[in-house]
């Protein structure tokens, strides 16, 4: 399987990747604790059909030293003991933020005020931040069909 445009090699596109980029690092660098971070990437990425983040976020949470376990839950967190309430109301804005288009009215506020029970502002800054990025990594990598599987944590810098 090849990706439909080699969007990471393209001189339009990879301006427009540095961009992103840049958003995300901006993000990466906040006070949103990491491992919440990458909880909330998997679980778009697992929505959106991103394989090939799927694969990125859960091989770079395995390389920060995420258990197996709880990536094997993160699509069941609902279900799961094993992950914090800050990380439950994370998971909860993460999922109605990237299905706006299967829900009228967005976000709930009940999902936004759990969220600012845990998260002070500048991490609701960042949380709201990652879940649009995430999702804009997700849509290029699913309309080009960015093969999954050939990722290794720290390749891209």
Same mark, same amino acid.
């Given at each position: 399987? $090849?990706? &439909?445009?080699?969007?990471?090699? %393209?001189?339009?596109?990879?301006?427009? #990747? &540095?961009?992103?980029?840049?958003?995300?690092?901006?993000?990466?660098?906040?006070?949103?604790? %990491?491992?919440?971070?990458?909880?909330?990437?998997?679980?778009?990425?697992?929505?959106?059909?991103?394989?090939?983040?799927?694969?990125? %976020?859960?091989?770079? =949470?395995?390389?920060?030293?995420?258990?197996?376990?709880?990536?094997?839950?993160?699509?069941?967190? &609902?279900?799961?003991?094993?992950?914090?309430?800050? /990380?439950?109301?994370?998971?909860? #804005?993460?999922?109605?933020?990237?299905?706006? =288009?299967?829900?009228?009215?967005?976000?709930?506020? $009940?999902?936004? $005020?759990?969220?600012?029970? %845990?998260?002070? /502002?500048?991490?609701?800054?960042? #949380?709201?931040?990652?879940?649009?990025?995430?999702?804009?990594?997700? &849509?290029?990598?699913?309309?080009?069909?960015?093969?999954?599987?050939?990722?290794?944590?720290?390749?891209?810098?």
């Amino acid at each position: 399987m $090849e990706s &439909r445009l080699d969007f990471f090699n %393209h001189p339009l596109a990879g301006k427009v #990747l &540095r961009h992103i980029n840049s958003a995300n690092k901006v993000v990466a660098d906040s006070t949103l604790p %990491h491992a919440t971070q990458e909880l909330v990437k998997i679980r778009a990425s697992q929505i959106n059909g991103c394989g090939f983040c799927t694969d990125m %976020h859960t091989k770079d =949470a395995t390389a920060q030293g995420e258990t197996q376990q709880r990536l094997n839950l993160v699509a069941v967190w &609902r279900e799961a003991k094993v992950f914090t309430e800050a /990380e439950r109301a994370a998971l909860e #804005l993460a999922e109605q933020g990237t299905r706006t =288009a299967d829900a009228a009215g967005g976000v709930t506020d $009940e999902a936004w $005020e759990n969220a600012a029970k %845990h998260f002070d /502002e500048d991490q609701l800054a960042a #949380l709201v931040a990652l879940i649009a990025i995430i999702n804009a990594y997700n &849509r290029v990598n699913v309309i080009t069909q960015q093969p999954a599987g050939d990722y290794q944590p720290g390749m891209f810098g």
